[in-house]
């Protein structure tokens, strides 16, 4: 179902574009019977999961239970982040091995080659676990997964988020050139809770004009023409680079990566079987 209309504001921009995604009946049927996420199989072969290396410009597996503060890189870029506030690595609670427990922070992860005017398309995939559901006085500052941002880090270009009225929704942001109007995707019936492992990952395709998104195996594309990233860094779990603030994200993330490239529905099923 797509519906056109003016939501609200959020960090500047009115929300003009939604699309929403029921799950059908078969899909809600598979889920009842699930015990865990995704289908553990390879996906579409071992070139396909190698390919996932290509322009990778960060991975942040959250593995390193050193007792540090800093959010290793594994891509081989070596753009390491710092956590903020109260997160911190719990070695065998993520998805895949350890990951990133937030409550009052996050991580501060540079944007690194993603930002700046020449480069365009870019894409992110993560794992996360949602331990509370926001409750705010704002819906559209619900709690912020992934923070893309654009001009001097005060606009967002892409992102995650869970409203903030406490349903079952996950939601998809981009800022759209031209009418300075925000898009948003949403999956209405996530099935959200601290038990259970979710995927999500979107994708900007300067080249074909083309935003793609994906959700717990779930996928939505459509012509869109998306800005650029700018920000100087890309905030994990928080919004505005301000912990505890509204957008504090509660749960846990894990298996966060960034690309210098969009993703491709290949690409998309080997993230979503094989974290």
Known sequence: MRSWWVFSFLLGCAIEDTWVLQRTPAE???DAGADDEGTGDAGPGDAGRRSLSDAL???YPFDDADGGR???DVSGAQRHGALVGAAFLDPDGGRLRGALQVSD????LPSGALSGPTVDSYAFSLWFRVDARPLTTDVTEGARLVTLYRGG?????AGVLLPGDGSDSVWFLFDEV???AMGRVVFPDAGLSPDRWHHAAFSWDADAGLAR???DGRRWEAPRFVTSVTGAA????FANFAPRAPGQFVGALDEVRFWRRPLTTEDLDVLWTTP
């Open 70 to 72: 800093r959010a290793t």
């Open 213 to 215: 998104v994906a959700f």
């Open 105 to 108: 922070g996050g991580a501060l």
């Open 234 to 237: 890309v905030p994990l779990g």
């Open 57 to 59: 410009v960060g991975h």
């Open 28 to 30: 809600v049927s598979h």
């Open 178 to 180: 031209g009418p300075g």
């Open 153 to 157: 880090g005060d606009r967002l270009a």
